[in-house]
C-alpha cells in the first residue's frame, strides 16, 4: 500500500513567547495509507481539531513537516491554496459555511476555485450532490430554505465536489438525530467505498468509529496516544477511559463479562458482535432453543 | 488572530479604579478627552500624561494588555505622525522632494502621538476595568432625563450590552467561517482590492445569516427569562457614589486646573 | 390536578418554517406531569417534541386544546409571565441564551426582570451558581467557558427565576461527551435534592434511561410512554419507528427473540452483566 499523508514530528505551539504559551499538538508523527479510513478520537483540548487543521495547511506547524504524496506542503507556502482541494476539510457544523443564491452554486464553490468549468464542473456537483443523498430537485433551491439535516449535507457535498484525495470530516454528525446520524454515515461509507479516497473521522462517538473506522488515532493531551487497528484500540478500553473518552456500553458489557471468567472476545464493539459470539455459549448451555 | 484584540475586553478586578462608579469613570473618560485634545504645550501634556499613568498603575491591571491594545492602532498613530511631522509650518530643518521637516512639524507629531496613545489606553483603562453591564447600566442612568424627551434610554442600553456580550462569539464565529471557506479554496490573501472585496462575501453572509439566528434565539430565551422591557426592573449590582469618586473628581479638577494654568502662563503654544 | 396538565393540544406553525408549512407540529397530545417528576421526551427531529416544549412557558398557544400550569392556563395573557416564573425554559445553543457579558450577571438577569430586590438576586444568583457548580467562574466571560459549562450557567440563569419546573430543549445535543455528562448530571441532582420538576428533551437514549417517566414521540403524537423499563422493552416499536434503544436492551431483546428467558429487560450496563452472568450459569 501507498503512503498517501506523512507527519513528521510536527508540534504546534499557541501564543509562543507568551505566558500563555500552550503546545497543542506535540511532537506527532505517523503515517496514513492512500485508501484507509481513520477514525479520530480525543478528549476535546486534546489538540485534534489543531492537527486536522495542520493536514490542509489551515494552520503551519511549529515544527515538523507534512508530507503528501511524500511532498512538504509547506515547500512552497505560495502554493498552499493547492493543498486544500487535495485535502477536503468538512467543519463541525459545517451548515454555517453556505452563502450561495442556490445549493447547486453553494456546492460548485470549492471545485470552481480549483478551476474546473463547463461539464466537468457539472459532473463534480451533481455526483457530490448524489453521494451526500441531496435530491437533483434540491440543487435549484436557496440552501437557506433546507432543513436542518439536508443543509449538512450540502454542506459536505460541498466539499466533496473538490474531490480531494483525503478527506476530514470533524464529527460530521454532531446534533443529528439518531437516524440522520445513521444516514449520514452510510452515505460517508459509500463515499469511501465507491472513491477508495483516505477518510479521516473526528467523532465523539466511538460507536460510529467502531463500524466505519480501519485505524483509529487517539490523541490526548497533545500526543499522539494510539494508532492502532480498530479492534486492538477498543481492546484497551481501560486505556481510552484514562484519556477521557466513552466506550461503547457494548464494550463495557462485554469486557465485564470476560472479567468475570466467561469466555468472550475482547474488543466487542457492536451489538452484532456480542449477538454473534454470546449466540453459542448460550446454546452450550442449553439455555436457548 | 481576530480574537486576540485585547481593546474592548474586561478584566474582573478588586482595584481601586474597578470599584469606581461607572458613572464617576463615564463622565471622567469624557472629561478627560476634550482636555487632552486642548493640551497646547509640554508642560500641560505631561500634567495629563501623568494622569493617565496614576491611572493606568492604579487599575492594577499588567501593561502587557495595555501594549496589546496600543499593538493594534499602532499604524494609525505611524501615519497620523508621519503626516503632522511632513506637513508643519515654519523653516525647514530638513528637505527632500515634497517632504520637509520643521521644528513645528516634530512638536506636532509628538502631540499628536501622545494623545492618540492617551486616548487608547484611557478607553482601555475604562472597558478593561468597568464590565459590559456596569457601563451600559451606567449609560442607561446618565441618559435617564432624555426620557422626558420619549428616547427609549432601557432600549438603547440593552441593545449596547447585548451587542458587547456578542462581539467576542461573532469574532469568533467569522474566524470559524473563514477557515471553512478557505478549506473550500476562498482565496482572501491575494489579488486586487476589488477581488478582496468579493472574497469576503463567503464570510460575509453565513456571519449575517448566523447573527440573525441568533438574534432570534436570543429574543426568545430573554422572553424565556421573564423580559418585559424596563418598567419595573432592578438591578443586582447597585452603583453608588462614595468617598473614592469625590477624590477622583478632585484630582481630576486640578488636573484640568493644571491644563488652563499653563495654557494660560506658558508662553509657547503649537 | 397534575402541576402541567396538556390537554389535546393541536398546533401548526403559520409561517413558512426552513421551506416547508409544518402542519400539526404536535397532533393531538395529552399529558399530565407530576411535581417532582423527571421526564424525558424523546423522538426525532421534527417530531414535535420542541415545539411541544415551547407549550409549557407560554412561547407558543396551543390552536386548540389547552396546557395547565400549576391550575393556570397559558393562553390567558395576564398569566404568562406567572408562568414563566413557574416554569424555566432551557434551550439548545447554550452560547444564545447568556445575554451578559459575566456569568453572575447573566444569572441575574431572570430576577431583575421580575423586580426582585438586589440583596435578594445577589443571594439567588450565588446559590444558583453553587447548585450547578459554577460558582468559582462568577467573574468569567461566558465566551470563555466550554459548552458544558455555558449550559451550566443557563441552568443557573433559570434556577435564580426560582421555578418549579424547568423545561430544556435538547441541552446536550451540541455538547461534548464530557459536557453532556456535567449538564446530565446536575439535572439529576436538582431533581433529587431539590424535587425540581424537570423535562428534558433529548434524542440521546442513554439520557432518557436515566428519568422516571419517558415520553416518545413521533410525528406530533406521543407513540408511548410509561417508565424507562416499559419503553424501552419495545424494541419493535422504537426499531420500527427507527428510534435507537440501548444497546443493552438491544442485545437482551435479540436474545430473547433466541429463546433466552429473560424477565426484565436491562438497561444498564450493571443490569446486563447481572442478566447475561445468570444466563450463563
Redesign the interface.
Known amino acids: 500500500m501507498s503512503c498517501v499523508l506523512e507527519l513528521k514530528n510536527i508540534s504546534f505551539v499557541y501564543g509562543k513567547g507568551t505566558p500563555f504559551e500552550k503546545r497543542a499538538v506535540d511532537n506527532v508523527s505517523f503515517k496514513i495509507n492512500k485508501g484507509e479510513f481513520i477514525g479520530v478520537m480525543g478528549h476535546t483540548g486534546s489538540g485534534k481539531s489543531t492537527l486536522m487543521q495542520m493536514l490542509n495547511g489551515l494552520i503551519r506547524p511549529s515544527e515538523g513537516q507534512v508530507l503528501l504524496d511524500g511532498k512538504d506542503i509547506w515547500a512552497e507556502p505560495k502554493k498552499i491554496r493547492s493543498v486544500r482541494f487535495k485535502v477536503g476539510m468538512v467543519f463541525q457544523y459545517p451548515e454555517y459555511q453556505l452563502f450561495e443564491e442556490t445549493v447547486y452554486k453553494d456546492i460548485a464553490f470549492g471545485p470552481q476555485n480549483k478551476g474546473l468549468e463547463g461539464d466537468e464542473l457539472d459532473k463534480a456537483v451533481r455526483e457530490a450532490a448524489d453521494f451526500t443523498g441531496l435530491k437533483p430537485a434540491l440543487l435549484e433551491k436557496s440552501p437557506f430554505d433546507l432543513s436542518g439535516g439536508e443543509k449538512r449535507r450540502a454542506a459536505i457535498a460541498g466539499v466533496i465536489a473538490m474531490d480531494p484525495e483525503i478527506l476530514v470530516l470533524d464529527e460530521p454528525t454532531a446534533g443529528l438525530d439518531p437516524m440522520g446520524r445513521e444516514v449520514l454515515l452510510s452515505q460517508i461509507t459509500r463515499y469511501h467505498s465507491e472513491r477508495r479516497n483516505t477518510v479521516l473521522l473526528v467523532s465523539h462517538t466511538m460507536e460510529d468509529i467502531a463500524r466505519v473506522a480501519d485505524r483509529i488515532i487517539v490523541m490526548n493531551k497533545g500526543k499522539l496516544a494510539m494508532l492502532e487497528p480498530t479492534a486492538e484500540v477498543f481492546r484497551r478500553g481501560d486505556e481510552l477511559a484514562r484519556y477521557g473518552l466513552k466506550v461503547p456500553q457494548i464494550t463495557k458489557i462485554m469486557s465485564e463479562l470476560r472479567k468475570k471468567g466467561i469466555d468472550v472476545p475482547e474488543g466487542v464493539l457492536t451489538v452484532d458482535d456480542a449477538f454473534r459470539a454470546l449466540l453459542p455459549l448460550l446454546k452450550k448451555g442449553g439455555k436457548l432453543w | 488572530m481576530v480574537r486576540d484584540v485585547a481593546f474592548g475586553?474586561?478584566f474582573?478586578g478588586k482595584s481601586l479604579v474597578h470599584r469606581l462608579d461607572p458613572r464617576a469613570k463615564i463622565l471622567m473618560f469624557i472629561a478627560y478627552i476634550v482636555i487632552i485634545f486642548c493640551t497646547f504645550n509640554y508642560a500641560a501634556l505631561a500634567i495629563t500624561s501623568a494622569f493617565t499613568a496614576l491611572f493606568l498603575i492604579l487599575s492594577e491591571i499588567s501593561p502587557?494588555f495595555y501594549f496589546k491594545s496600543l499593538k493594534v492602532i499602532i499604524f494609525i498613530v505611524l501615519f497620523t505622525s508621519l503626516l503632522n511631522l511632513f506637513y508643519g509650518s515654519g523653516d525647514p530643518i530638513w528637505q527632500w522632494w515634497v517632504f520637509k521637516i520643521t521644528y513645528n512639524g516634530i512638536h506636532r507629531a509628538v502631540f499628536v502621538t501622545v494623545r492618540i496613545i492617551s486616548l487608547i489606553l484611557a478607553s482601555s483603562c475604562l472597558t478593561f476595568t468597568t464590565?459590559?453591564?456596569e457601563l451600559t447600566d451606567a449609560i442607561e442612568r446618565l441618559m435617564r432625563p432624555l426620557k422626558l424627551i420619549r428616547f427609549p434610554v432601557h432600549e438603547v442600553a440593552m441593545m449596547m450590552?447585548?451587542a458587547?456580550?456578542f462581539v467576542?462569539?461573532l469574532l469568533?464565529?467569522t474566524d470559524?467561517?473563514m477557515?471553512?471557506?478557505?478549506?473550500?479554496?476562498?482565496?482572501m490573501e491575494s489579488g486586487n482590492l476589488f477581488k478582496r472585496v468579493k472574497a469576503l462575501?463567503?464570510v460575509l453572509?453565513?456571519l449575517f445569516?448566523?447573527a440573525f439566528r441568533?438574534a432570534y434565539?436570543?429574543a426568545?430565551?430573554?422572553?424565556?427569562?421573564?423580559?418585559?422591557g424596563g418598567a419595573?426592573?432592578?438591578?443586582?449590582?447597585?452603583i453608588h457614589m462614595t468617598r473614592r469618586d469625590v477624590i477622583s473628581f478632585i484630582v481630576l479638577a486640578l488636573v484640568i486646573g493644571g491644563v488652563i494654568l499653563c495654557n494660560i502662563f506658558v508662553n509657547w503654544s503649537i | 390536578m397534575s402541576f402541567i396538565s396538556i390537554r389535546n393540544v393541536f398546533f401548526s406553525y403559520d409561517e413558512v418554517e426552513e421551506g416547508k408549512v409544518v402542519q400539526n407540529a404536535v397532533d393531538g397530545v395529552s399529558l399530565d406531569i407530576e411535581s417532582g417528576e423527571f421526564v424525558a421526551v424523546i423522538g426525532h427531529n421534527g417530531c414535535g417534541k420542541s415545539t411541544l416544549a415551547k407549550h409549557l412557558n407560554a412561547m407558543l398557544l396551543p390552536d386548540s386544546g389547552s396546557v395547565m400550569i400549576d391550575g393556570d392556563d397559558t393562553s390567558v395573557e395576564e398569566k404568562t409571565f406567572d408562568i414563566r416564573e413557574k416554569v424555566g425554559l432551557v434551550l439548545q445553543n447554550p452560547d444564545n441564551q447568556l445575554v451578559a457579558g459575566i456569568v453572575e450577571e447573566d444569572v441575574a438577569f431572570g430576577p431583575e426582570n421580575l423586580g426582585v430586590e438586589p440583596a435578594e438576586i445577589r443571594r439567588r444568583v450565588d446559590k444558583a451558581l453553587k447548585a450547578v457548580d459554577m460558582y468559582e467562574y462568577r467573574g468569567h466571560a461566558p465566551h470563555k467557558l466550554s459548552g458544558g459549562q455555558k449550559q451550566r450557567v443557563a441552568i443557573a440563569g433559570i434556577l435564580a427565576i426560582q421555578p418549579q419546573c424547568i423545561v430544556l430543549d435538547e441541552p446536550t445535543a451540541m455538547l461534548d461527551p464530557s459536557g453532556r455528562e456535567e449538564v446530565i448530571s446536575t439535572l439529576l441532582k436538582l431533581n433529587r435534592e431539590r424535587k425540581l420538576t424537570v423535562v428534558l428533551i433529548t434524542h440521546f437514549m442513554d439520557e432518557a434511561v436515566l428519568a422516571d417517566r419517558v415520553v416518545v414521540m413521533d410525528g406530533g403524537k406521543i407513540l408511548t410512554q410509561g417508565t424507562p423499563q416499559e419503553v424501552f422493552s419495545q424494541v419493535e416499536l422504537l426499531k420500527a419507528h427507527r428510534l435507537d434503544v440501548p444497546q443493552s436492551a438491544d442485545l437482551a431483546y435479540r436474545l430473547r427473540g433466541c429463546g433466552l428467558k429473560i424477565d426484565k429487560i436491562p438497561l444498564t450496563q450493571e443490569e446486563c452483566v447481572a442478566m447475561l452472568e445468570e444466563a450463563m450459569r
Do not use: H, N, W
Open positions: 475586553q474586561y474582573p502587557k464590565s459590559p453591564t450590552s447585548l458587547l456580550r467576542p462569539t469568533e464565529e470559524k467561517i477557515q471553512a471557506q478557505k478549506a473550500r479554496g476562498a482565496d462575501i463567503p453572509i453565513p445569516v448566523s441568533r434565539d436570543v426568545t430565551a430573554m422572553e424565556c427569562r421573564c423580559y418585559r419595573g426592573r432592578t438591578r443586582m449590582k447597585q
